[in-house]
């Protein structure tokens, strides 16, 4: 019998929004998104196996699509704004 992989657990968006506000701020109000995703995993100490899970098909990872969607709930509520493309 072949035991039946299964991925690792993701964070919904939604439980992205205050480990994004807190990596902002340690970030001194400002990074780039590379720089606030690599802050958030850090914080959360997330594992291999869970930043290695693709979005779809990729490139981009399930953790970064949806801390792109949190960063736009955050502009949303008016708690991130962008300073400049990228920022």
Known sequence: MIAAMTSPTIPA???????????????GGSGSISEIVDA????????????AVLHKNGPDTEIGYRL?????????????TNSARGV
């Open 13 to 27: 968006y939604h439980e992205y929004f205050l480990p994004t506000l807190r990596a902002v701020d340690d970030l």
């Open 40 to 51: 958030v995993i850090k914080a959360q100490s997330y594992t291999e196996e869970q930043q």
């Open 68 to 80: 792109a969607w949190a960063r736009t709930y955050l502009k949303y509520f008016r708690l991130l």
